[in-house]
């Protein structure tokens, strides 16, 4: 950034603006934290010229990614801090060229306000927060990439400040992470900056600044005066950047622990072409922290290394409102991000981008660089709902162990009507149905209305929504016809008797018969819900906010003992049948004389923060964060990783 350490002036109370007039020493006019107040509406028209124009910050942004090699493999998923990110310029055009994992962090309020509601503005997946770059509020081994941009580093009085910000850069890294640092050419600018000078800021303001070194020769002390026509002196404060050579910040660096130290000289840009001030002439550095991961705390071992592989939001996909990643889902991964950051046990890399995921896990497969994978990809290979079962199936090919349901299983459980079959097999009772094939024309009823209508194969209630329960014949073909032509679903359909009793649900985690945790049984809460729209959790209840089925709760059931027996056993047993592994759920209903029936079962169920797994958790206080460490504690005692605990709650 240009010059801004600040004070600001106290101005009289009257009409007329005030300012100190001419000073002979600008020193002792600094604030120690000149930094606290001064980065507002003032700083961003005063340097507009560069902080404002699109162009250089996407210039800088390329400049970026080339230095950092970021089209690599595994590029897009990279986990970036944006440090003293200002109004976050950097860390949204990061965003909009496709990066998914982007924080922003700085200290003025007004400035990350800012950065939030351009976020908000563009839908773009950045989150910004307030904080002090000498005490980073993240956790060890977080980030692939700290950016330190636009000239923020050494505004600290102290030049141990400064190391501070880079101790705890190196902190937050992880091992051969790298970090970017834009700062002024500091022995160009003791030799060359403009002890006066003044530019229009606009058609009716002028800025003046007047400039100095400080008594050490390490700081440029700078004084700006803003200027109205009509209006007066506006501000008139002082501010002062610690001035670095390339020998100086490189022996910094060295001394915490950074490695492969590169440092380009860069000129700046104005589009006034006037004054640049700090901005003129800069160092482009880049390092890598060369560093092990952070020991446990209390433990020997080094922290465990998860690859988190997730759905691709740069593609299509049917599921979704739209076709596509919106807000809301974005707003998921993040909650998904944080709960994670609090398990303190592992360092988490998180993939998406299916184009480049083989090549991904060869690559941190041969790297040595993943303990475990937690598969969290229910979108399925390239967001196809019917290559669930690939990802389980590539991470078995490449040999790396993984939380969850393995192919077959997963295969076995998108076939609703085979889930049926095994069930009735098992002597668990089921609804009584009958299949429609794609060819049929005619087809009998063989049981009384109401019927529910489901496309056969799927999840996350694909094809399910209020029009689904039936009542006649006519109903019945007009709602096939819905499904064939409005959901383009063209395969074969399931139609169940509707069952009028609670709707209810039941989660595992760990794996029977020995290590595992049942769940409070859930019971969908319908008592909000208008009169004269069928009691269902469909499509309409995920993923359609407007909707009258979008607020549903999730409730304890209240079941006599025996159904709860019953419904507990059946689940058991189907779990270790169909071959569930580490958690998964499953969906039964009462009759109207209260009996249970099977409808589906759900493994790897949905893991976000709001979904039905997550509740039932909460019904005995165990926390989302809670519930992943277990799904993934599961894992490793499954997979003799390394010795685990037993599974307490």
């Known amino acids: 950034m240009k010059d801004k350490s600040f004070r600001q002036i106290p101005l009289q109370k009257s009409s007329k603006r005030g300012t100190l007039g001419p000073v002979e020493n600008l020193e002792q006019y600094v604030p120690s934290d000149w930094w606290r107040k001064i ?63 982007v924080e922003g962090l700085d200290r003025s309020h007004y400035l990350i306000e800012r950065a939030k509601k351009q976020a908000k503005k563009e839908g773009l997946p950045v989150k910004f927060r307030e904080g002090d770059a000498r005490k980073i509020p993240y956790k060890s081994d977080q980030f692939d990439v700290v950016m330190i941009l636009g000239n923020s580093f050494g505004y600290f009085e102290s030049d141990e400040d400064d190391k501070r910000v880079l101790k705890e850069v190196f902190r937050v890294l992880k091992p051969d992470g790298k970090v970017v640092i834009d700062i002024t050419d500091g022995e160009y600018m003791r030799q060359n900056f403009q002890p006066r000078s003044w530019e229009w800021i606009d058609k009716k303001s002028i800025v003046c600044r007047e400039r100095s070194l400080s008594s050490d020769s390490k700081r440029i002390i700078s004084r700006e005066v803003i200027i109205h026509s009509e209006k007066g002196i506006l501000v008139d404060r002082f501010y002062a950047e610690r001035l670095y050579s390339t020998d100086e910040i490189k022996e910094m660096l060295e001394e915490i622990g950074f490695t492969e130290i590169d440092i380009e000289r860069i000129q700046g840009l104005s589009t006034r072409g006037q004054d640049l001030g700090m901005m003129e002439r800069r160092f482009f550095i880049t390092a890598k922290a060369n560093k092990s991961w952070t020991k446990t705390n209390g433990h020997s071992s080094t922290l465990k290394n998860i690859v988190v592989i997730l759905g691709d939001p740069k593609k299509k996909d049917p599921i979704k409102p739209g076709g596509t990643f919106d807000e809301d889902d974005i ?31 060869r690559e941190i497969k041969n790297k040595g660089k993943v303990d475990l994978v937690l598969n969290l990809c229910d979108e399925g290979f390239g967001n196809d709902p019917t290559k669930e079962l690939h990802i389980p199936a590539l991470l078995e090919t490449l040999g790396i162990p993984y939380t969850g349901a393995g192919p077959q299983c997963l295969s076995f459980c998108y076939d609703k009507s085979l889930v049926r079959g095994i069930a009735k097999e098992m002597g668990i009772p089921v609804p009584p149905a009958f299949f429609i094939k794609p060819s049929d024309i005619i087809y009998e009823i063989p049981f009384s209305f109401p019927a529910i209508v489901k496309p056969n194969f799927g999840d996350s209630s694909f094809g399910i929504t209020a029009k689904s329960v039936v009542y006649s014949v006519e109903e019945l073909t007009a709602q096939i016809s819905e499904v064939r032509n409005k959901f383009g679903y063209e395969k074969p359909i399931l139609v169940e008797k509707f069952l009028p009793g609670k709707d209810l649900t039941l989660g595992i985690i760990g794996n029977p018969p020995s290590d595992y945790i049942v769940l409070p049984i859930g019971e969908e809460d319908y008592t909000d819900l208008p009169e004269g729209l069928p009691r269902i959790c469909g499509y309409e209840a995920k993923w359609l906010p407007d909707s009258p089925y979008w607020n549903l709760r999730t409730i304890k059931a209240e079941l006599p003992d025996e159904v709860e027996r019953i419904i507990i056993e059946c689940s058991l047993k189907l779990f270790e049948r169909l071959g569930c592994r580490d958690y998964a759920r499953f969906d039964w209903r009462l009759d109207e004389e209260g009996n249970p029936y099977l409808l589906e079962v759900n493994p790897n169920p949905g893991w976000c923060w709001d979904g039905h797994l997550s509740k039932l ?33």
Do not use: W
Not at 49 to 75: C, P
């Open 39 to 101: 980065f507002d509406s003032f700083y961003i028209k005063t340097d507009s010229d560069v902080v404002g124009d699109d162009n250089i910050t996407k210039a800088e942004v390329s400049k970026i990614l080339e230095k950092l090699g970021m089209e690599t493999s595994i590029s897009k998923d990279v986990m970036i801090l944006d440090l003293c990110c200002g109004q976050g310029r950097h860390a949204l055009e990061l965003a909009r060229r496709g990066f998914i994992f």
């Open 331 to 361: 707003y998921t991964i993040n909650k998904l991000k944080e709960a994670l950051n609090e398990i303190k046990e592992y360092n988490f890399y998180y993939v998406s981008d299916h184009d480049k995921l083989i090549d991904t896990l």
């Open 617 to 649: 958790c909460s019904l005995v206080e165990i926390s989302y964060s809670q519930m992943l460490a277990l799904i993934i504690k599961a894992a490793e005692k499954r997979l003799k990783l390394y010795q685990q605990p037993e599974i307490l709650v």
